[in-house]
């Protein structure tokens, strides 16, 4: 599934609609999240971690991707752990620029000792109620997507 802007763009600070990967496997967060950040920016809701590795590797349906500019990311993921596709993004020379946010429902230190040590750029538990929900979505928003400016890709390693 793919979202993306419509008319109801006016008082957003970034430039031009973002590009976000979210991987998520409860449809009702996938669709809350829709919701927050879809009508301004392009959200591409994979549901499982070998989805979301083919999306930024471009392979099979996802041949026309588009690289993202944040992904969000959930831990608890089938068939491809979110901490496997962590780890496979931050050690890929392609993608490890790319900020990842994990947005999940677990709350312990070794979920999130053990994704800063793979490299996360934020850690975001996911609240119980609808409000808290969009509240949080919407903070990710404003940190990642209207203050912070993030780089056009550029396709050679810059050192």
């Known amino acids: 599934m793919t979202t993306g802007p419509d008319a109801h763009t006016a008082g957003r600070v970034t430039s031009r609609p973002a590009e976000i990967l979210l991987v998520e496997d409860s449809p009702s967060d996938a669709a809350m999240t829709v919701h927050a950040l879809g009508t301004y920016h392009r959200v591409h809701v994979v549901g499982d971690g070998q989805a979301a ?27 491809t752990d979110g901490r496997d596709v962590l780890a496979r993004i931050k050690t890929d020379q392609h ?31 996911k609240p ?32």
């Open 95 to 125: 993608l490890r620029g790319i900020p990842v946010v994990i947005l999940t429902t677990s709350s312990t230190d070794t979920d999130i000792l053990r994704a800063y040590h793979l490299g996360a750029n934020c850690y975001v538990s």
């Open 128 to 159: 119980v109620g609808l409000d808290d929900f969009l509240r949080a979505i919407h903070g990710i928003e404003n940190l990642w997507l209207n203050p912070v400016r993030l780089p056009a890709y550029c396709p050679h390693e810059i050192l």
């Open 53 to 79: 590795l083919a999306f930024l590797h471009r392979e099979g349906r996802h041949t026309d991707a588009p690289r993202p500019d944040l992904i969000l990311l959930d831990l608890n993921l089938p068939r």
